[in-house]
Structure formats: C-alpha cells, structure tokens
C-alpha cells in the first residue's frame, strides 16, 4: 500500500473503544478462555466486520459503558426511532415486496409487472435502461447496443402509457430508479396517473431523484451540481403541494455500497446527502415540515448480517436528531426515517450462481430485522444478465418465506439489547457523525465532491477489501475458496429486435404528434430554465405534448450544459 492510501485508511473513523473487563470477564479471560487457546487457536489474528472494522471476541455490558436503554433504545415508533419507526411494527403491517424489474420494451416490462402481481408482490418498482437513465432516445446514435438491456425502454410518454397498461396507479405503489432525467419520467408517469382518472393527492411512490450519489458513486449524470439540485428541488417543492402521499426522492446509499464503500460511508454519505437536499430545500423558501415527511432512503443489504442490523438502526437515531436539533423539525414524521432496502447486487457471483440465493436470504432477513419499510430481493441470475421470470419468483418467494414463516415479523426489533447489536450501533452512529462532520467543514457534500472527497474514501475502502480477497482474509464461497465448476443458468437474452421496434414506434410518433406544440413547449422550457421558475409544469406539459425523453433532456441541456467529473488520484 503506497504511503497516501495508508494516511487515508488511517483516516476512517475509529470505533468506539469498550470500557476495561469486569472481574468476571477477566475470571473468564484467564480461567475459561486462555486454557481452551492454548489447545486450539483462534482462526484468524483479527475478526472483522466485512467493511474491516474490528469485531471483539465477546460483548458484554462494559461495552455499553454509557449507554441507556431508555434514552438510546427507546420503544419502537417514538423516539430516537433505533426500534423502528412504528409502534407495532410488522404486527401491523409487512413490508412492501418491491421486486425491481425492467427489460426490453415497456410491453415486456408491463407484463413482467403484472405476472409478479399476481404472484404477491405489492409493489413496483422500475428499473430503466442506460439511454433512458442518461436522458437519450432509443433512436440516439449513443443508445446502440444498449436499448432494453439494462432496463426498460422508456422515451415519451406513449412509452409510459404502455408500461402501466392495466395496472391502476392509484391502487399500487411505485417505485423508479432514476436520476438526472427523474423530473422528466415522474411528470410522465403523473401524466399517465391522470389519464387513468388517478387523484394526484392519492398516489403513492417514490422517484429515486438523489443527483448527489451519482457523483458519488454511479455516475450517472447530465447536468453540473447546482442545476441538478435545482431540478431535485423543484420536484420536492412541487410534491410537497401537489403530491402529498408521494415521495419525491429516495436518498440513495445503494449505490455508495456498491461502489465499494463500507457501512459506515454508506450511511454517513447517504444522511449527508440528505441534509444537503433539506438545506437547498430550505433556501427555496420551504417549511421543513412541509416537506420532510416525504423524504426517503434507500440502503444496501449486504453479508454481513449484524453489521447491516446495526446500520439501518443507527441511520434511524441519526436522522432524527437531525431533522429535530439541526433543523427544528416539529412533525414527528418529519424525524422519522423511512427506508427500502435491496439485498446487495455487488454480493452476488457469477460463479455457483445458486450460492446467490442463500446470500439474497441472510441480507434480507437483515434487512427486515433491521426495520425495512421495503424490499426488493436480487435473483440468482443477476451476475449474469437480468432476471428470469423463475428466478425473480425463487427471489420473491424468499421474502413471502421471511414475512410468513420464519416468525421473525411477529416482534419489534428483536435483537434490541443484544450486547453486541447495540455496541455496533453505537459503533456505527459514531463514525458516521465524525464523517458528517468532516463533510460540514468542507462546506457540505456539494463542496465535498467537488474536491473528490467522497470518492476517494469509497475508493479506498474498495481498495482495502479487495485486497482482503485477494489474501484470503475474506471468503467468497466459490469465488477464491471452494471453487469447483458448475454450468452458468439460464439467462434472459435481450436482442436488438427491441431497439428496431423503438425506432419504429419514435418515428410513428413524431410523424402524429403536433410537431409545433412540441416545439413550442420546448421553448417555454428552456425559457423557465434559464429563469428561476419551478420546472416541473413546464416539464408536465412537455411530455403531455408527447415531446420525446431525449429532446426534453437536450433542451435542458442547452441551457444548462453538461458536467465532467475531475479525476481522483
């Protein structure tokens, strides 16, 4: 390791160190614990955490030297919210089965939707391919090769209407995994909500939205910071009134993990990006209580099962000192954090691909013991391609195993005042607020990317467990220990019939659609854009001119200009 990757990891916030042993632990020490290792060692010199933080050999109550069960545990659905969110919990209600799901074109998807309703989701979500994410057409020169791999197809309006064929919008809740062109695909989808009849002040859903992470982590992004956050903010203001039942962001960790970076910068990272999008929020003139309430998150679910606990509970304590202390938040459900949780893509392996659905299993009994109010298992094929229709059901089933027989539900927070459950929370709370803190100096997260600050932790922290692999102090089953042969699944092949029937369908479109609404429309847009008005009417009349995804996201471009990241070293 070079001497500046050594000064950065030596950077990570330190966990909390447990007070000196009791005299019983110390009689255990020397009469129970020494005589067995001198027999039989320990297997390894240090255990950690999969995000390498140190694990002690055993908990006990010097660990929680000064921690009081009343003010930092608490009862579920009050304050600090480390139980949950709700006073009975999943007695009450389950989570939402969310399976993320999208290919092809929005016929395909639509009935990929509809097959996974009627086998118990209740929930969608949409996954988009990678023209769509970047705000392009399918008929784009760039979009070759990738229209409906990653994702559903989706360039106007027409495209939407057809992605929720006869599925009523005001009886299901959605969720959309989009970011820079996200202002854009919700005024469509309201579109459609209000051709089907839908009360807007009804529906229920999330548009992911965070801009921040994409910089992060993702990087997935059109426009430079602070036009991006403009759109973020006008999508919060506009559901804030228009909207009142609808999330208008999901602040996205998910993707910081998937990058490579540990429990703690994950959930650090995700709760500043939060403070980040309340504060430009606030400049905007809103009320916090106006506004918050309808704030959500999204986390990781990775392996490691304690850790991931710990993590959705400290990430609740945090938020709501937060919104109560930092911005004077009234609304108890304001200091409520809200989550959805999806097991961890990076996790799963090419390589003995069933594996996939015991590691699916543990993060989301994780996930659920840590409170989710949401989730979506990945299937066991992920490493290879999008689902098949068999395995999302194996991953749907594993959730109605978890909700209907494991018994986990039935209690709130079981494992609250488990020793160790409650040090690692208190572990994970400290050295998330020391990176917050960090990120406040710096002048907040937009200041903290633009110096790359971010990225290089995230980078370092991938760094540090590769290597980990690498030496084998970190198992993957089948990957660097227990490797045998198996043959790959079968996998769902999206060919390139499904750009020529986009191409088709842009064209027909254009060719009936009133070329000088469109164009006047566009107009207004870029008028606004160059202004200071709220850009979500002017977006919602775009797509009902059916103005195409690819030319709305260009007109704002011209205005706005496009964004290139500086290099981190």
Not at 365 to 374: I, K, M, R
Not at 520 to 544: F, I, Q, T, W
Request: charged residues 25%; glycine residues 6%; hydrophobic residues 40%.
């Amino acid at each position: 390791m070079t001497d500046e990757r050594k000064r950065r990891a030596s950077a990570i916030p330190a966990l909390a160190s447990p007070r000196q042993p009791s005299a019983g632990q110390r009689d255990w020490n020397e009469r129970t614990l020494k005589p067995t290792l001198e027999q039989s060692p320990e297997r390894a010199a240090e255990f950690t955490t999969v995000s390498g933080y140190p694990v002690r050999r055993l908990y006990t109550e010097a660990d929680l030297a000064s921690w009081d069960a009343e003010r930092d545990l608490g009862a579920p659905g009050k304050p600090p919210y480390t139980r949950g969110i709700h006073p009975a919990m999943y007695r009450e209600r389950l989570w939402t089965m969310r399976q993320f799901a999208g290919f092809g074109t929005a016929d395909d998807t639509n009935r990929r939707f509809r097959y996974l309703l009627s086998h118990g989701q209740t929930g969608l979500s949409v996954a988009f391919d990678l023209p769509t994410l970047m705000g392009y057409d399918s008929d784009h020169p760039l979009a070759q090769g990738e229209v409906g791999k990653c994702g559903v197809a989706i360039s106007s309006l027409a495209d939407m209407e057809r992605l929720f064929d006869q599925i009523p919008l005001a009886r299901v809740t959605t969720s959309m995994t989009i970011n820079s062109p996200a202002a854009a695909i919700w005024a469509m989808y309201l579109a459609v909500a209000e051709k089907q009849g839908a009360d807007w002040k009804k529906l229920s859903g999330t548009i992911q939205n965070d801009i921040l992470k994409e910089y992060i982590a993702q990087k997935e992004y059109i426009y430079p910071p602070d036009p991006s956050m403009r759109l973020v903010t006008d999508t919060i203001e506009f559901g804030a009134r228009q909207t009142p039942k609808f999330n208008s962001i999901s602040i996205s960790g998910y993707h910081i993990r998937e990058a490579g970076s540990t429990a703690i910068q994950e959930l650090a990272f995700t709760l500043r990006d939060g403070i980040e999008y309340v504060e430009a929020s606030l400049r905007r003139g809103l009320d916090v209580d106006d506004f918050a309430p309808r704030l959500s998150f999204f986390f990781n679910a990775h392996n490691d099962f304690f850790e991931e606990i710990a993590k959705y509970r400290a990430a609740r304590r945090i938020w709501q000192s937060v919104m109560r202390e930092r911005f004077g938040a009234k609304n108890p459900r304001s200091w409520a954090l809200r989550f959805h949780s999806q097991t961890a893509g990076c996790s799963l392996t090419a390589q003995q691909p069933y594996n996939n659905v015991v590691r699916t299993a543990v993060q989301a009994l994780a996930a659920v013991l840590g409170g989710t109010q949401s989730l979506h298992t990945n299937s066991l094929d992920e490493a290879w391609a999008l689902p098949t229709e068999s395995a999302a059901t194996i991953a749907l089933r594993t959730q109605q195993i978890l909700a209907y027989e494991s018994g986990v539900p039935i209690t709130a927070d079981p494992l609250g005042g488990s020793y160790f459950v409650e040090a690692l929370t208190n572990e994970i709370e400290h050295g998330a607020r020391d990176y917050i803190e960090k990120i406040d100096a710096m002048g907040g997260m937009v200041a903290a990317i633009e110096q790359g600050y971010p990225q290089r932790e995230i980078a370092d922290a991938a760094y540090q467990y590769q290597v980990a692999l690498d030496r084998k102090e970190k198992v993957i089953v089948g990957v660097n220990d227990y490797i045998t042969e198996e043959e790959p699944p079968e996998i769902l092949q999206i060919g390139e019939t499904v750009a020529h029937q986009q191409a088709d369908r842009l064209r027909t479109l254009r060719a009936e659609r009133s070329s000088q609404e469109v164009d006047r429309r566009l107009n207004a847009l870029r008028k606004a854009a160059a202004g200071s008005d709220n850009l979500m009417p002017h977006l919602y009349e775009s797509v009902k001119a059916y103005a195409t995804l690819g030319e709305i996201c260009g007109a704002l471009r011209d205005v706005f200009g496009t964004y290139e990241e500086v290099a981190v070293i």
